[in-house]
């Protein structure tokens, strides 16, 4: 197959698609087929262009064989609701115009989304190129932004599911990574038969279990007598940190540190407020290299996924996947409906909270804190059911079953 990838996030961009979208498409292209991917300028997260590029109409080039041409893209640090959705835009009105400089053909055009209008920008591209459409859906929008208070405007919010509804009915087929979001899907009229349900995934080989007393945890001032909680990821208003604050402080005292690793536009008001509650117990840590992120998970004795009642039940950070094969235990804080309550309960690779019930997170630390033995084995469920479940080369072979599919 000739597979054409648009996707805002590729290499050499190190965390969340950028990895998985880069890993998709060397792997497809190793099974023999033609890939080639239309993205963005490098920029994320950061929000500044790489460097080594220089921002410009469409360029083209090769990455370790794949042919990829990058459009015009508006870069910012502010990870606000509306510069982030101007940055979005700018790729999915770039996309088709970068594309039809370069005019490569395709039997199958395969977009990430969100942002959600790419999947127009896609639509586009695949009638140009004579070419099916098959649609990778990894957050449900617009219901997270219409959750979050983003979208509160009635026509906006009426426009918006309107484009989803016409983005789902010309797409040949829906890639969706949960149960959970293709019956959401289901609900609003998608034929059951153009939906697939592909899981995100991890490389267990890329992140194996580690030592816990290694360099990192030593930065974190954790003892061999302390639990270490470690949350690592976005600062950002989906993330449910305060309930991860006010449990520290229930904590205080105990042989319990905590560790946020991360960065985003709530870091500082998570800092103060830390500071104003006295939490000695509490450290923040920037986003650290990628090469070192499986240092930082195999220092820790639990680690923890967080996601606010808004958020959980329309998105599933794949960052767990990660965390369950560092053979480490997940304490989630997510609404009762959400995946990932699903996922670590199929797995028994840990615990859940509801978001705001911080001395219920008090509690299962504490518990995880005297039940060691127990704790550790629940990593080792996680570690196992990634390889069984969320493995690369299983989720890879799907898609490109899904994608022979598509092309008929």
Request: glycine share 8%; net charge positive.
């Amino acid at each position: 197959m000739r597979i054409l990838l648009v996707s805002n996030y590729f290499f050499p961009e190190s965390i969340g698609a950028g990895i998985w979208v880069t890993q998709l498409a060397k792997d497809l292209a190793a099974q023999g087929h033609r890939v080639a991917v239309v993205t963005s300028f490098p920029s994320y997260p950061v929000g500044q262009i790489f460097p080594g590029y220089r921002n410009c109409l469409a360029l083209r080039e090769i990455i370790e064989g794949l042919e990829c041409v990058r459009t015009f893209t508006f870069a910012t640090p502010s990870k606000s609701f509306i510069p982030r959705l101007i940055s979005h835009g700018m790729f999915c009105l770039s996309s088709v115009p970068g594309y039809l400089r370069w005019r490569r053909p395709a039997d199958v055009v395969y977009a990430i989304l969100p942002p959600l209008p790419l999947g127009i920008s896609a639509w586009v591209i695949a009638v140009a190129s004579g070419a099916r459409l098959v649609v990778n859906v990894q957050d449900i929008y617009p219901d997270i932004a219409v959750a979050l208070g983003y979208l509160r405007n009635r026509i906006a919010i009426r426009l918006s599911f309107a484009m989803e509804r016409w983005i789902y009915r010309r797409a040949d087929k829906v890639v969706v990574i949960s149960d959970g979001f293709r019956e959401n899907l289901l609900a609003k009229g998608v034929p059951d038969s153009k939906i697939r349900v592909v899981p995100n995934w991890t490389d267990p080989d890329a992140i194996r279990p580690g030592k816990r007393f290694n360099a990192f945890r030593s930065e974190t001032g954790a003892g061999a007598g302390h639990l270490l909680v470690i949350y690592a990821g976005g600062l950002t208003h989906n993330a449910e940190l305060d309930t991860v604050l006010d449990a520290a402080a229930e904590l205080r005292g105990e042989p319990v540190r905590f560790a946020v690793v991360g960065d985003g536009v709530r870091k500082e008001q998570l800092q103060g407020r830390a500071k104003e509650l006295g939490l000695e117990n509490v450290k923040f840590f920037p986003f650290q290299p990628l090469e070192r992120y499986p240092e930082v998970l195999a220092a820790a004795d639990v680690t923890l996924v967080t996601l606010n009642s808004a958020a959980t039940y329309a998105s599933v950070p794949s960052k767990i996947y990660k965390q369950m094969a560092a053979a480490r235990p997940i304490i989630a804080v997510t609404d009762p409906r959400s995946e990932l309550r699903r996922l670590i309960e199929a797995a028994n690779c840990g615990g859940w909270v509801v978001p705001g019930d911080s001395r219920g997170l008090a509690a299962l630390l504490r518990q995880a804190a005297a039940q060691r033995e127990a704790w550790d084995q629940m990593g080792w469920n996680g570690r196992e059911y990634v390889e069984r479940y969320h493995s690369r080369r299983a989720c890879v072979a799907q898609i490109e079953s899904v994608l022979e599919e598509a092309c008929g």
